[in-house]
C-alpha cells in the first residue's frame, strides 16, 4: 500500500513515517458503516466523492479497539470495525462516538486470546535446549561413608582391585592366600555405600524433564492449530468475496439484459401503433393530404373578424408580384393615417407584411376616390 497516509482526523500517520503500521480503505460497499467512518474521522466531504477516489481514502490501525482485529498481527478487521477514537499515550484516548468534543478517558487494556502472539519456534527452541542442558548436569555426588573391614591376619599382604559401585569406587579386598579365620556377622563392619539414590534420582529427574518438553508441545500445537483456523477462514472470506464479486457481475448483466428487452419491446409497440394508424387511415378512405395555402386560410378565415383575417390574407399571400386587395389598401391607410410610427412600429415590431410606404402614402392622397369606389 504505497503513498498512504491517515485521514482520521489530526493524524500523521503514513506509509513513510510509520512502517509496519496497518492502514484499512474505507468500506465504500457498505454505505452505513461508510458514513460512520466519515463522521468519527471528521471527513463528511468524503461521502460526495467518486467512488475511484473515495477507495483511495485510508485510515490508521492506531484509530480501532482491539477487538475489531481478527489477528495479533493487526492486518485484518471485522465485517462492523469502525474507526472511534485518538490514542493519547498511557492508555488514553480521545473517543469521538460518544461526543464531538470528547474528554480523554482510559482504556482498558484488551485481554482478548486472539490478539497474544504465539509462541514462535525460536523461543520454543531455546527453552527446550536450557532444559536438556538441566538435564545433563548431574546432582552433586555425596562423599560415601566407607569403613574398611575388619581383617585378620594383618601381616599377610593383601591384593586390592577396583570395582565400580552406583555412587563412586570402594575398595574391596581380594582373597588372600593366608587363611582367615571365620568370623560372625557381628564381628564384619559393614561398607556404607551412600544414599542410594543416583540412578533412581537421575530417572526422576529424565520423567521431569520429559514431562515439561512435553508440557510445551501442546500450547505450541493449540497455537499451530489456531493460525490453521485463521488461514482456513481467510481462504472461505476470499471465496465468499469472489462469489460476491460474481453474482455482482450477473446482476449488471442480467439489468443490461433487461434494458435491452424494454428497448426491443418499446420498438414493437411504436410499430404496432403505426400499423394500426395506418389501418385507421385506410378504413377512412385513404391517406389524408397535406392542405395548401388558400385551403388552410378558408377553413379559418370562418373563425376571424374581417379585419384580422384581411391581416391574416396579407400575411399569407402578400408580396410585390400581387396586386392588392381594397379592404387590404383601407387597412393599410388608416394605419399610415394614425401615424408613420404606427405604421413602421406594426410593419417593422409586429412583422406584418404591409404594402410598401410610398403606395400607401399615394393611396392616401387619392383616399377620397376610394371612398366612391366603396359606395358605387
Request: glycine share 4%; net charge negative.
Given at each position: 500500500m504505497?503513498?498512504?497516509?491517515?485521514?482520521?482526523?489530526?493524524c500523521?500517520?503514513?506509509t513513510?513515517?510509520?512502517p509496519?503500521t496497518?492502514?484499512?480503505?474505507?468500506?465504500?460497499?457498505?454505505?452505513e458503516?461508510c458514513?460512520?467512518w466519515a463522521?468519527y474521522s471528521?471527513?463528511?466531504?468524503f461521502?460526495t466523492?467518486?467512488?475511484s477516489?473515495l477507495?483511495n481514502k485510508?485510515?490508521?490501525?492506531?484509530?480501532?479497539?482491539?477487538?475489531y482485529?481478527?489477528?495479533?498481527?493487526?492486518e485484518r478487521l471485522?465485517?462492523?470495525?469502525v474507526?472511534?477514537?485518538i490514542r493519547l499515550?498511557n492508555?488514553?484516548?480521545?473517543?469521538?462516538?460518544?461526543?464531538?468534543?470528547?474528554?480523554?478517558?482510559?482504556?482498558?487494556p484488551?485481554?482478548?486470546?486472539h490478539?497474544?502472539p504465539p509462541?514462535t519456534?525460536?523461543?520454543?527452541?531455546?527453552?527446550?535446549s536450557k532444559l536438556?542442558?538441566?538435564?545433563?548436569?548431574?546432582?552433586p555426588?555425596k562423599k560415601?561413608n566407607?569403613?574398611?573391614p575388619r581383617?585378620?591376619?594383618?601381616?599377610?599382604p593383601?591384593?586390592l582391585?577396583?570395582?565400580?559401585?552406583?555412587?563412586?569406587?570402594?575398595?574391596?579386598?581380594?582373597?588372600?592366600?593366608?587363611?582367615?579365620e571365620?568370623?560372625?556377622?557381628?564381628?564384619?563392619?559393614?561398607?556404607?555405600?551412600?544414599p542410594?539414590?543416583?540412578?533412581?534420582?537421575?530417572s526422576?529427574?529424565?520423567s521431569?524433564l520429559?514431562?515439561?518438553?512435553?508440557?510445551l508441545k501442546?500450547?505450541h500445537?493449540?497455537e499451530l492449530?489456531?493460525?490453521?483456523?485463521?488461514?482456513?477462514?481467510k481462504?472461505e472470506?476470499?471465496?465468499k468475496?469472489?462469489?460476491?464479486?460474481?453474482?455482482?457481475?450477473?446482476m449488471?448483466?442480467m439489468?443490461?439484459?433487461?434494458?435491452?428487452y424494454?428497448?426491443?419491446?418499446?420498438?414493437?409497440?411504436?410499430?404496432?401503433e403505426t400499423?394500426?394508424?395506418?389501418?385507421k387511415?385506410?378504413?377512412?378512405?385513404g391517406v389524408?393530404?397535406?392542405?395548401?395555402?388558400?385551403?388552410l386560410f378558408n377553413?379559418?378565415?370562418?373563425?376571424?373578424?374581417?379585419?384580422?383575417a384581411?391581416?391574416?390574407?396579407?400575411?399569407?399571400?402578400g408580396?410585390?408580384e400581387r396586386e392588392?386587395?381594397?379592404d387590404e389598401?383601407n387597412?393599410?391607410?388608416?394605419l399610415?393615417?394614425l401615424g408613420?410610427?404606427?405604421?413602421?412600429y406594426?410593419r417593422?415590431e409586429?412583422?406584418?407584411?404591409l404594402?410598401p410606404k410610398?403606395d400607401v402614402?399615394?393611396?392616401l392622397?387619392n383616399?377620397g376616390?376610394?371612398?366612391?369606389?366603396?359606395?358605387?
Open positions: 504505497g503513498g498512504c497516509r491517515c485521514t482520521f482526523r489530526d500523521t500517520n503514513s513513510a513515517n510509520s509496519g496497518h492502514f484499512f480503505h474505507f468500506p465504500f460497499r457498505d454505505w458503516r458514513e460512520k463522521k471528521g471527513n463528511m466531504h461521502l466523492l467518486e467512488v477516489k477507495r485510508v485510515v490508521c490501525e492506531k484509530h480501532f479497539h482491539d477487538e482485529f481478527m489477528n495479533y498481527k493487526k471485522i465485517q462492523n470495525a474507526p472511534t477514537f499515550g492508555n488514553h484516548v480521545l473517543d469521538f462516538s460518544e461526543s464531538d468534543n470528547p474528554q480523554p478517558k482510559y482504556l482498558e484488551s485481554n482478548l486470546q490478539l497474544i509462541q519456534e525460536k523461543s520454543y527452541i531455546e527453552q527446550v536438556n542442558t538441566v538435564q545433563d548436569s548431574p546432582p555426588a560415601p566407607l569403613q574398611q581383617i585378620l591376619n594383618v601381616a599377610a593383601q591384593n582391585i577396583s570395582m565400580k559401585t552406583p555412587a563412586n569406587l570402594t575398595m574391596i579386598p581380594t582373597q588372600p592366600e593366608f587363611s582367615i571365620s568370623v560372625s556377622e557381628a564381628d564384619v563392619t559393614e561398607i556404607d555405600f551412600g542410594a539414590m543416583s540412578l533412581a534420582e537421575e526422576v529427574e529424565d521431569e520429559e514431562t515439561e518438553k512435553i508440557s501442546p500450547d500445537e493449540k492449530e489456531f493460525l490453521q483456523e485463521i488461514d482456513s477462514l481462504v472470506l476470499d471465496e468475496t469472489k462469489e460476491m464479486h460474481q453474482m455482482e457481475k450477473a449488471i448483466k439489468r443490461e439484459q433487461i434494458a435491452a424494454e428497448a426491443k419491446a418499446t420498438k414493437q409497440v411504436t410499430q404496432v400499423i394500426t394508424t395506418s389501418k387511415l385506410e378504413s377512412s378512405g389524408s393530404t397535406p392542405l395548401n395555402k388558400s385551403q377553413g379559418i378565415k370562418k373563425y376571424l373578424s374581417p379585419s384580422m384581411t391581416m391574416v390574407r396579407m400575411e399569407m399571400f408580396g410585390p392588392w386587395k381594397q389598401k387597412i393599410a391607410v388608416e399610415l393615417s408613420e410610427h404606427v405604421f413602421e406594426v417593422d409586429w412583422r406584418c407584411r404594402p410610398r402614402e399615394e393611396w392622397g383616399r376616390q376610394f371612398q366612391e369606389d366603396e359606395d358605387l
